[in-house]
C-alpha cells in the first residue's frame, strides 16, 4: 500500500510568507497633485504623439535611421554612427523591437522626452513640487521640445540625460550612495555618445551643479562617476562591444561634427535661437523674467521658492544660452540643449505666480473669475492687435465695425471689469495677471506645437521644421513602391523573397539621404558618386539626382525623363538674417505681429529640390506620359 | 515643502466643513463612516445621503484595499486588450479564415446554418454572426470575437493565483508569457476556432483543479458546462477530454485498484501483439473512413466493414475483457454494504482524485445543472437554433469521423518533426520553462520518493498541467494534419509551465532575508547586466557576421557569412563565452543560488525581448507576409488592395456596390467573403464564352489557351492571392519523414529513394545536427530565426483581375497593371 503521507507542506505552503504583491496602495488617497502629473504626462504625450510622420525624415535623421537599420542586420556603420552612437543604439533598438519605420524611428526621442517629465517628478523634493509640476507643464507645451521630441537627432536624449545629471547631483549632496555617482557617470556619458553639443552642454551642466552644490563630498565618488562614465562608455561607443574600433572613431567623428556643424559657422545663426525663444517660446521667457525680475527687486510674494534656486536656474541659463546663440547648426537639438534652462527658469517663475495667486486669500470663484477675465481680455487685446495689422483689405465698413465691436462690446467691458477686480484684488493684481498671461501663452505655445507636424497649412516662418524633409518625398516614394511592386511582383529571389522591389534604383550620393533609408529593402538601390558609373549593361529603372546632375545625366541620355519634386524645407530669406533695429520700427510691427501670431514671412518658404529621371517606358506609366 | 494645491485643497475642504455639522456613527460592521447631518433635513434628504454615503464609503474601502497584484493585473488586461485589438483588421483574412467568415455572415443574413465538420464547432458560427448583427461585417468585426476571447485567455490564469495552483506571481507570469506568447498574439487575432477551444479547454482544466482543491458545487457545474462548450469548438477538444480523462482516471484507479492499471498496460500490449501478427498473416488495412460527404449506405457499409475487421474484432474483445476484468476486481475488492461509489472510492484517502471523484458523484444537482447548461449550448448550437437536427449527429459521430479520416488525408503533408522545429523559433520561454519545471518536478518527486505527491496541490496542477502539455504536444504530432494554428493547444500548458517556474523563483527569493534580497540586486547589477550586455553583444556580434554578400551557390543565390570575420568564425560567439565565464565566477565567489536568480532573471528578460521583436513584428507589420513559419499560408494584401480598389471603382462607375464581377472557383475563397457587398457579383466555373463584365476574376492556374481566347481583349493585373513560405527549402529539409503520403516529400536532404528505416531518419536528423558545424550554415539559421531571412522566394498561387476594355483606362489608372495584348 501506498504512504498516504502528504507532501504538501514543502512545496505547497513554502509561499506562505506575504508577498510584495500583497502590498496595499491606497488609491483613495491619490491627491490633486498626482493627477496634475498624470495629466501633465498624457498631455505631453498627446501633443507628441499628433502627425509624427508628416514630415518625412529629413537628411539628417534619415542617416541615423539607416545607421540603426544597418546595425540591427548586421550591415557596416557609417560616421555618423561614431558620432550619435547612443542615438544609434536606441533606434536600433526600437527597429529591433517594433520594426523599421519612420514612426518607431522617432520612437526613442518620445521617449525621451516623457523621461523627462519623470526625472522632473523625482526632482520634485528637491526643487519643491510646484516649480518641478510648472516646469513640466511648460515642457508639456514646449513647440520647440515638442519638435525635438519628433527628431532623431539626438537632441532630447541630451536633455534628458543633462537633466537626470542635475537631478543626480542634487540628489547625491543629500542622499549619498554608491549607486548614483555611477548613474552621474552613465549619464554623463549618456549625453556625450548622444549628440557631439553633448561636449558642450553636458559637461556645462556638470560643473555648474557641482559648483552650485558644493558638496565637500563630491571629490569622494568620483571614482565611481569615473567607473560609470567609461564603463557605458565603452559599451555605447563600441556599439556593445562589438566594433572595438568605435572608440577610435567617436574621438575621431563626435569632434569632428561638433566643429564642422557648429563650431566652425559660430555666431552664423544667432537670430534663429533669438527667434526660436522669444516666439517659440513666450511662456517660458515671460515666466522666467518674472523670476528673476522677483528675485532682483526683492519681491518674494509669500513664494516658498528659494531665491538661491532662482540664482541656480539662471547661472545655467546664462552660460546656455550663450552656447545657443554663438554655436552654429541651429536646429530643434541646439534649441532644445539651449533652451531647457529656460524652461526651468520659466517654472520656478511660474511657481512663484501660482503661489502668489493661491496665498491671496481669495476665494477660488473670485480668483477663477479674476484669471477668466485676465484671459479674455489679453486674447481680445491680441485680436485687436491682429484686426488692426490685417488692416480694411477691400471692406472697410466691416473692419470698422469689427473694430467698433471688439472695442466697444468686449473690450471695454472687459477692461471696466478688470479695473473693478483690480481694485477687489488690490496686491494680488499682479501675480493673477502673469497667471493669465501664462494661461493665454501657454494655449498659445499648445497651438503652434499641435500645428507643428501640420504640412498642409502655409507657415512660412516655423524655423523648427526647417531642414526636414518635404512631404513629397514620402509620397513619391510611396509611388514609387507600388510601381515597383505592380510591375517586379514576380521578380523574386532570396534577397526580396516577395518579389515587388525589382526595380533598379540609382542614387546620387549628393541626395542619397534620406533615399538611403527610404529604399533599404531595394536589393538593386545602389549610391554612386558619378551617375556615369553605372553598368550599362544593367541600366537604372529610376534615378535619383540633383537638380545639376540630374540635368547632365538626362542631356547626355535621351531615353529617360525628368520631373523635380522638393526635397528639403528650407528657411524662408527673410528670416536667414535678422534686423533688430528693423523690428524697432512701427512700421514693421504689423507684420511683427502676423509672424507671431500666425507665422506669416515676408518671402514664402523654399525648398531643396531633387530630380527624379525614370527610363522612357516607365515614365509613361508613372506619370502618365514622358515629360518632354 | 508642502504643495501649495493641495494646502489650498485642503483650506478649501475645511470651508466647505465649516457650513455642516458632521457626526460619526459606529455600524455594526465594526467600520466607521462619516455621515453628514446638516441641522434641517428632511427624511427624503437623509435617505439619499446615506445611500450615497455607504455608497461611497465602498468605494472608499475597495480603493483602499487595491493592491500591487491588482495593478499588475489591471496592465495586464489594458496591454492585452491593446495588444489583441489595435489593428485587426489590416491584414488580408485567410482562406480558412474567409470560410468562417462569410457562413458566419450568411448565417446572420438569414441564409441559415448547418453544421460541417469540415469547418468543426458551431460557436465560432454564431458568435459571429451575432458580432455582424450588432457591428456589421467588416475584417475588424470578423477577428473582434476571437480578439477578445484572446483577451479572457490571458486573464484566466487569475483563477490560478491560489498557492494550491500556479501561485501569485506565476499566475502574473503565466499571463503575461500568455501575453507576449508571438503564436498566442497571432492566432489570438485570427478568426479560427482554436482561441475559442482552448478558452474552454483552460475553464475545464481550472474547475478540475479548483474542485480538488475545494470541492464546491461550482466547479462541477462550470466543468460540466464547459464540456459542453468546448464540445461546440473544436473537434482538438476530444483530445482535450481524453488527456484530462486518462489522467485522473489513471489516479482514480491507482488508488481504488492499482492492478487495473497493469491490467490495462497489459491489454493494450496484448493489442499490438495481436495486430502485429495479424498484419503479419495478410490481413488487411482497415477500411478507410468515408470522411467526404458519406451517404448511409456508405456509412453502415463502413461500419459493418469496421466491426468485422479481425483487427478491430480483437481489439473490441480485449478491451472488453480488460473492462470485465477490472469490474469483476472491483466487485470483489469493494464493500458490498456501502454500495458502488462508498464501496469502491469511500477509503480513498481525503484529497485524492478518488475521493474528490466520489464527492462529485454525489453532487447530483450540480451535474444536472452543468448538463443543462453545456448540453443546452451544445444542442442549441449544433442544431443551430433548433433548425437543423441533423447537427447532433454531425457534431459528434461525425465530426469525429470527418477529422480521423483527415488522418490519412494528411492535409498540409507536414512531416512528424513539424512542431519540433516549430515551437523554438517563437516560443523560447515556453519550452526553457517548461522543460525547467519538468526537470524541477521530477527532482522534487525524486526527493519525496515513498511520500503522496497527490494531495500536494501545486505539484497536483502542475503534474497535469505537463501530463497535458506532453500529451497533446504526441497527439499532434502524431494526427496526419498539421497545422500552425494547432501549436496553440499545446503551447498553453507549456506557458503555464514557464509561468509557474518563474512564479516559484520569485516566491524563492521573496522567502530569502532583506540582506540576500540587498545582495541579489547588486549581482544583478554588476554581474546580471554585464552578463545580459555579453548576450545581446553575441547577438550583434552574430548578425554582423552573418551578413556578408548573397553568393550563387549550386544554382542558387545565398546568403554567405563575412569574409572579414576576423581569424575563425568561433570568435563572434567569444562575448558568450565572456558570459558564462562571469556567471561562472560569480558562482564561485556569490554562490550557487545567487547565480542561478541572476543568470535566470537576466535569460528570462532577454528571452521576452526575442519574444516581443518576433511577435510584433509577424503579427502587426507583416501578418499577411509569410516570412514566417508560423503564417504559414496567407492571402497577400493585394487581395484586399484590389477589392479597395473595386469598391472605389464601383462607386464611381455606378454610385453603388452594383459594379458587376464575375470570380471563378479558383479564387472563391477568400473572394466570396470580399466580393459579399458586391450586389452583381457571381460565380462562375469558367470563363463566359463572349465575356462583358466589366472585371472577372480569374485564378493563374485556371487560364488555358481556351480561356486566354476568350478574354483576349481584356487587360490584366496579376498578383498573389494566397503565397506561402518555402518550406521545402527551409525546415523540411531537418529529417526524413517516411510517413508523408508524398513520396517526394518524404526526404528533401538526399537522393536515396524510399522506403525508410527509422535508421534512415536518425541519420537523417544526425545529418541536419551535424550540418550545424558549418559556419555558413549556423549563419543562415540565425538570420532565419533571428530576422526572418527566408533562403528561398516565397511561392504563390497567381490571380488575374481581368479589366473589360471599355473600363480599361479607367481602371488601370488605379495601378501600373500588365496588358493582355503586350504579350
Known amino acids: 500500500m501506498q504512504d498516504t503521507r502528504s507532501a504538501s507542506a514543502d512545496f505547497t505552503d513554502e509561499s506562505a510568507r506575504s508577498s510584495t504583491l500583497d502590498r496595499r496602495i491606497d488609491v483613495s488617497s491619490l491627491s490633486v497633485q498626482s493627477l496634475l502629473w498624470v495629466g501633465v504626462l498624457v498631455s505631453a504625450l498627446g501633443v507628441r504623439l499628433i502627425g509624427r510622420t508628416n514630415w518625412p525624415l529629413s537628411p539628417a535623421e534619415s542617416m541615423i535611421a539607416r545607421d540603426a537599420y544597418a546595425l540591427v542586420n548586421g550591415e557596416d556603420l557609417s560616421g555618423l554612427a561614431a558620432s550619435h552612437p547612443a542615438t544609434v543604439q536606441i533606434t536600433a533598438i526600437m527597429f529591433f523591437l517594433f520594426g523599421d519605420s519612420d514612426y518607431t524611428a522617432r520612437l526613442a526621442p518620445l521617449l525621451a522626452s516623457l523621461g523627462v517629465i519623470v526625472v522632473l517628478y523625482w526632482m520634485r523634493h528637491r526643487i519643491g513640487t510646484l516649480p518641478a509640476l510648472s516646469t513640466a507643464f511648460i515642457w508639456a507645451v514646449s513647440p520647440v521640445m515638442t519638435m525635438s521630441s519628433m527628431r532623431i537627432d539626438g537632441g532630447m536624449l541630451l536633455v534628458l540625460a543633462n537633466l537626470t545629471i542635475l537631478a543626480l547631483v542634487f540628489s547625491m549632496s543629500v542622499e549619498p550612495g554608491p549607486g548614483k555617482p555611477v548613474m552621474l557617470g552613465v549619464m554623463l556619458s549618456i549625453g556625450l555618445t548622444a549628440h557631439p553639443l553633448g561636449w558642450i552642454f553636458s559637461t556645462l551642466v556638470l560643473v555648474l551643479a557641482v559648483l552650485m552644490v558644493r558638496d565637500p563630498e563630491f571629490g569622494s565618488s568620483l571614482p565611481n562617476v569615473l567607473i560609470g562614465f567609461v564603463v557605458t562608455f565603452i559599451i555605447v561607443t563600441t556599439h556593445v562591444l562589438t566594433r572595438p574600433y568605435g572608440i577610435i572613431d567617436f574621438f575621431r567623428e563626435s569632434p569632428s561634427s561638433l566643429w564642422t ?29 518674472t523670476a528673476i525680475i522677483l528675485v532682483l527687486l526683492r519681491v518674494n510674494w509669500g513664494s516658498s521658492t528659494p531665491p538661491a534656486l532662482i540664482i541656480a536656474c539662471a547661472a545655467w541659463l546664462i552660460p546656455s544660452l550663450t552656447f545657443g546663440f554663438l554655436l552654429g547648426g541651429q536646429g530643434p537639438a541646439l534649441y532644445a540643449a539651449a533652451l531647457f534652462p529656460l524652461a526651468l527658469l520659466g517654472g520656478v517663475g511660474m511657481s512663484m505666480v501660482v503661489e502668489a495667486t493661491l496665498a491671496s486669500g481669495f476665494q477660488w470663484r473670485r480668483i477663477s473669475v479674476a484669471i477668466l477675465v485676465g484671459f479674455l481680455l489679453i486674447v481680445a487685446v491680441v485680436r485687436l492687435a491682429d484686426v488692426l495689422t490685417i488692416g480694411p483689405l477691400d471692406d472697410p465698413p466691416g473692419w470698422v465695425i469689427t473694430l467698433l465691436l471688439l472695442g466697444l462690446l468686449i473690450l471695454l467691458p472687459l477692461f471696466f471689469i478688470a479695473v473693478r ?23 498659445f505655445s499648445l497651438r503652434n506645437s499641435v500645428l507643428l507636424p501640420t504640412t498642409t497649412q502655409e507657415r512660412s516662418g516655423v524655423i523648427l521644421v526647417a531642414g526636414s524633409s518635404a512631404p513629397s518625398v514620402a509620397q513619391i516614394e510611396r509611388r514609387i513602391r507600388t ?112 509672424f507671431m501670431l500666425h507665422r506669416d514671412t515676408a518671402t514664402a518658404v523654399e525648398f531643396e529640390r531633387f530630380a527624379l529621371i525614370l527610363r522612357e517606358d516607365h515614365a509613361e506609366s508613372f506619370w502618365g506620359s514622358v515629360p518632354d | 515643502m508642502p504643495c501649495a494645491l493641495c494646502r489650498i485643497s485642503t483650506d478649501l475642504l475645511k470651508q466647505i466643513r465649516t457650513e455642516k455639522t458632521y457626526s460619526t456613527e459606529a455600524k455594526s460592521t465594526g467600520h466607521v463612516t462619516l455621515t453628514i447631518t446638516p441641522n434641517v433635513r428632511s427624511t427624503e434628504d437623509q435617505f439619499v445621503s446615506e445611500v450615497t454615503d455607504d455608497w461611497s464609503d465602498q468605494v472608499q474601502r475597495a480603493l483602499q484595499r487595491v493592491t500591487v497584484e491588482h495593478l499588475i493585473w489591471l496592465v495586464i488586461f489594458l496591454l492585452a486588450t491593446i495588444s489583441r485589438f489595435w489593428d485587426l483588421g489590416s491584414r488580408a483574412l485567410h482562406h480558412d479564415e474567409s470560410l468562417h467568415t462569410f457562413y458566419s455572415w450568411a448565417f446572420s443574413e438569414g441564409q441559415g446554418y448547418s453544421h460541417h465538420p469540415m469547418m468543426h464547432g458551431p460557436f465560432l458560427f454564431h458568435i459571429n454572426a451575432l458580432s455582424y448583427t450588432i457591428f456589421g461585417a467588416s475584417d475588424f468585426t470578423s477577428r473582434i470575437t476571437v480578439a477578445f476571447f484572446g483577451i479572457i485567455l490571458v486573464m484566466l490564469p487569475w483563477l490560478l493565483r491560489g498557492r494550491a495552483f500556479l501561485g501569485q506571481w506565476g499566475a502574473i507570469a503565466t499571463s503575461v508569457l500568455i501575453l507576449v506568447s508571438p503564436s498566442m498574439l497571432y492566432f489570438s487575432r485570427f478568426i479560427r476556432h482554436d482561441i475559442f477551444a482552448l478558452v474552454g479547454a483552460m475553464v475545464l482544466f481550472i474547475a478540475v483543479v479548483r474542485y480538488m482543491e475545494k470541492p464546491e458545487s461550482r466547479w462541477i457545474i462550470l466543468a460540466v458546462g464547459s464540456l459542453g462548450y468546448v464540445l461546440t469548438t473544436h473537434e482538438v477538444s476530444f483530445i482535450n477530454l481524453f488527456i484530462l480523462g486518462t489522467f485522473t482516471g489513471a489516479l482514480i484507479l491507482y488508488r481504488v485498484i492499482p492492478v487495473a492499471l497493469a491490467l490495462i498496460v497489459g491489454g493494450v500490449l496484448l493489442f499490438l501483439v495481436t495486430r502485429s501478427v495479424l498484419d503479419w498473416t495478410g490481413v488487411g488495412s482497415i477500411p478507410e473512413i468515408p470522411w467526404q460527404e458519406p451517404s448511409t449506405s456508405q456509412v453502415i457499409s463502413y461500419l459493418s466493414g469496421l466491426m468485422t475487421h479481425p483487427v478491430v474484432a480483437a481489439g473490441i474483445a480485449i478491451a472488453t475483457g480488460v473492462v470485465l476484468a477490472v469490474v469483476w476486481l472491483l466487485d470483489r475488492r469493494r464493500d458490498h454494504d456501502m454500495g458502488w461509489i462508498e464501496g469502491t472510492l469511500g477509503a480513498s484517502p481525503e484529497g485524492t482524485t478518488a475521493s474528490r471523484f466520489a464527492l462529485a458523484l454525489h453532487d447530483g444537482r450540480a451535474w444536472l445543472i452543468g448538463a443543462a447548461v453545456g448540453g443546452g449550448l451544445f444542442v442549441l448550437l449544433y442544431t443551430s437554433m433548433f433548425s437543423n437536427l441533423g447537427g447532433l449527429g454531425s457534431g459528434t459521430f461525425g465530426a469525429l469521423g470527418y477529422w480521423l479520416g483527415q488522418h490519412d488525408v494528411q492535409r498540409g503533408q507536414q512531416p512528424w518533426f513539424y512542431y519540433l522545429v516549430l515551437t523554438p523559433q517563437y516560443e523560447y520561454l515556453a519550452i526553457a520553462g517548461s522543460l525547467g519545471l519538468a526537470l524541477f518536478l521530477a527532482v522534487y518527486a525524486w526527493r519525496r520518493r515513498g511520500m503522496s505527491l497527490e494531495t500536494d496541490r501545486r505539484f497536483y496542477t502542475l503534474a497535469l498541467t505537463a501530463y497535458w502539455a506532453l500529451m497533446m504536444f504526441l497527439v499532434l504530432s502524431w494526427a496526419g494534419e498539421k497545422m500552425p494554428w494547432l501549436i496553440v493547444h499545446f503551447l498553453l500548458p507549456m506557458l503555464m509551465l514557464a509561468g509557474a517556474v518563474i512564479g516559484l523563483g520569485i516566491e524563492w527569493i521573496e522567502r530569502q532575508s532583506e540582506e540576500w534580497r540587498a545582495n541579489l540586486a547588486n549581482d544583478a547589477l554588476y554581474t546580471g547586466l554585464p552578463f545580459g550586455l555579453l548576450i545581446v553583444s553575441t547577438f550583434i556580434l552574430l548578425t554582423w557576421a552573418s551578413a556578408g554578400p548573397f553568393v550563387e551557390i549550386d544554382g542558387r543565390l545565398q546568403r554567405t557569412i563575412r569574409d572579414d570575420v576576423p581569424f575563425t568564425w568561433w570568435i563572434v560567439l567569444l562575448p558568450a563565452l565572456l558570459g558564462l565565464l562571469t556567471v561562472a565566477l560569480m558562482a564561485i565567489f556569490r554562490g550557487f543560488r545567487h547565480t542561478l536568480a541572476v543568470a535566470g532573471g537576466t535569460i528570462v528578460a532577454l528571452m521576452l525581448v526575442l519574444q516581443v521583436h ?29 477589392v479597395r480598389e473595386l469598391e472605389r471603382f464601383s462607386h464611381e462607375a455606378t454610385g453603388s456596390m452594383g459594379l458587376e464581377v464575375l470570380f471563378t472557383g479558383g479564387s472563391q475563397w477568400p473572394l466570396n467573403w470580399y466580393m459579399r457587398d458586391f450586389t452583381n457579383r ?66 528533401l536532404q538526399t537522393d536515396d529513394p524510399p522506403p525508410y528505416s527509422l535508421g534512415d531518419v536518425l541519420r537523417s ?5 551535424g550540418s550545424m558545424r558549418n559556419p555558413e550554415q549556423q549563419g543562415r539559421i540565425y538570420r532565419l530565426i533571428v530576422h526572418r531571412e527566408l533562403s528561398a522566394p516565397i511561392g504563390g498561387y497567381g490571380l488575374r483581375l481581368y479589366v473589360h476594355p471599355d473600363y480599361e483606362h479607367q481602371f488601370l489608372g488605379l495601378r501600373y497593371g500588365h496588358r493582355a495584348e503586350e504579350e
Open chain 2, 614 to 642: 518576433a511577435g510584433w513584428n509577424m503579427t502587426y507589420r507583416d501578418g499577411d507576409v509569410p516570412r514566417d513559419m508560423l503564417i504559414y499560408v496567407q492571402t497577400s494584401p493585394e487581395v484586399h488592395r484590389s
Open chain 1, 261 to 289: 556643424e557648429h563650431v566652425q559657422t559660430i555666431g552664423s545663426g544667432w537670430n534663429l535661437t533669438l527667434i526660436a525663444m522669444t516666439i517659440e517660446e513666450p511662456l517660458a521667457l515671460a515666466m522666467a523674467a
Open chain 2, 682 to 747: 457571381r460565380l462562375i466555373s469558367e470563363i463566359p464564352e463572349e465575356p462583358t463584365a466589366p472585371f472577372i476574376f480569374a485564378a493563374v492556374s485556371e487560364i488555358g489557351d481556351d480561356e486566354q481566347q476568350r478574354l483576349a481583349n481584356y487587360s490584366y493585373v496579376e498578383f498573389p492571392l494566397r503565397w506561402w513560405i518555402p518550406e521545402d527549402n527551409t525546415y523540411r529539409r531537418f529529417a526524413i519523414a517516411p510517413e508523408l503520403n508524398t513520396e517526394w516529400r518524404q526526404n
Open chain 1, 483 to 594: 510601381y515597383s511592386g505592380d510591375t517586379t511582383r514576380y521578380v523574386q529571389d532570396v534577397r526580396d523573397p516577395t518579389g515587388g522591389h525589382g526595380l533598379v534604383i540609382v542614387v546620387d550620393a549628393m541626395v542619397s539621404a534620406p533615399f538611403a533609408w527610404y529604399f533599404r529593402d531595394f536589393p538593386n538601390f545602389l549610391e554612386v558618386e558619378d551617375l556615369g558609373q553605372f553598368d550599362p549593361e544593367f541600366p537604372p529603372d529610376v534615378v535619383i539626382a540633383t537638380r545639376t546632375s540630374g540635368e547632365e545625366f538626362v542631356q547626355a541620355r535621351d531615353d529617360y525623363a525628368l520631373v523635380e519634386y522638393a526635397l528639403v524645407r528650407q528657411l524662408p530669406p527673410s528670416l536667414q538674417s535678422t534686423n533688430v533695429g528693423a523690428w524697432l520700427n512701427p512700421a514693421n510691427w504689423r507684420d511683427g505681429i502676423r
Open chain 1, 421 to 443: 477686480l483690480m481694485r477687489d484684488l488690490g496686491l494680488a493684481v499682479v501675480p493673477m495677471t502673469l497667471l493669465a498671461l501664462a494661461l493665454v501663452l501657454g494655449l
Open chain 2, 765 to 769: 536528423i544526425g545529418r541536419s545536427v
